[in-house]
């Protein structure tokens, strides 16, 4: 139903309304952020004459595009901005579906708004929609570069062992936030899952550097340490990954074990395990 009721569009050259003159409406085959896409093209200020239909019925709706109210535009935004963090909350717990509801509701107050792509995005590739997330992510880049945008791709393509691809985008997110510890782990990681331990080495290092607190950078350096048999910093370095309270019980016990190997206290060593870089 559209009648006594507007659907905020955002169009190239103006921000609009839409008001229908019949009591009813249907849109045929598109989601409402598709349809806005369509209206896009469409002249503002002229009649329109739309075909609708629903199985052997069809109307027609005849329908104006109105220039939006900076008070109307305002409170879409608004709208649009509150759903957006409620889906933050939802992914912070874990809730990536309801997540993903949330961050779609909020790009259809604002289509163009590249931060609520990167979430839908980051949300698609939780739930394991990753050709989905990498589509979303790429709509986002178009609109602006942004950096978690390029790290969201680039953390993607690392798990689809993808390296250059991976290496390419977390090396533009660097270039947008170099004192983003999690990206320099994550460049880091490329070069670990390929057994290139000294190239890791300094990405590690540098994570460190920049946040003593992102356990999957304070975890791999160790380890880094360890393959190129500097025992003394591997040691001292488990130490600090296990200081920090990391729920990754696989991760921590081999910490633990490595610390007893390289003390010499316990004699089988230990296989590195590759847990997922977090």
């Not at 961050?103 to 739930?127: E, N, Q």
Request: neutral net charge; aromatic residues 12%.
């Amino acid at each position: 139903m559209l009648q006594a009721r507007q659907i905020k569009l955002a169009l190239r050259k103006a921000i609009v309304s839409l008001k229908s003159r019949v009591p009813i409406f249907y849109e045929t085959g598109l989601t409402s952020f598709s349809f806005m896409r369509v209206i896009e093209a469409l002249p503002v200020e002229k009649p329109l004459r739309f075909l609708v239909e629903r199985g052997a019925a069809k109307q027609e709706v005849m329908v104006t595009l109105k220039p939006m109210s900076d008070d109307m535009l305002d409170q879409y935004e608004n709208e649009g901005q509150k759903l957006f963090q409620k889906g933050e909350v939802l992914l912070m717990n874990h809730d990536a579906y309801g997540a993903l509801e949330c961050f779609k509701g909020a790009l259809w107050y604002s289509p163009d708004m590249p931060v609520y792509h990167t979430a839908i995005g980051d949300a698609y590739w939780r739930i394991g929609l990753t050709d989905l997330a990498i589509d979303e992510l790429h709509k986002a880049i178009a609109y602006e570069p942004q950096q978690y945008a390029y790290y969201v791709l680039g953390s993607i393509y690392l798990a689809k062992e993808d390296y250059a691809n991976a290496m390419a985008n977390l090396h533009k997110a660097i270039a947008m936030n170099p004192k983003d510890a999690g990206t320099w782990g994550q460049f880091g990681y490329c070069y670990f899952q390929k057994e290139m331990y000294a190239e890791a080495l300094p990405y590690y290092e540098k994570a460190a550097a920049l946040s003593q607190t992102v356990p999957g950078v304070m975890y791999y350096l160790a380890v880094c340490y360890d393959k190129l048999h500097q025992d003394a910093k591997a040691i001292a370095q488990y130490h600090k990954y296990l200081d920090i309270n990391d729920a990754n019980q696989t991760m921590r016990k081999v910490a633990q074990d490595r610390i007893s190997f390289l003390n010499g206290t316990l004699a089988p060593p230990m296989d590195f395990k590759k847990e997922k870089n977090n």
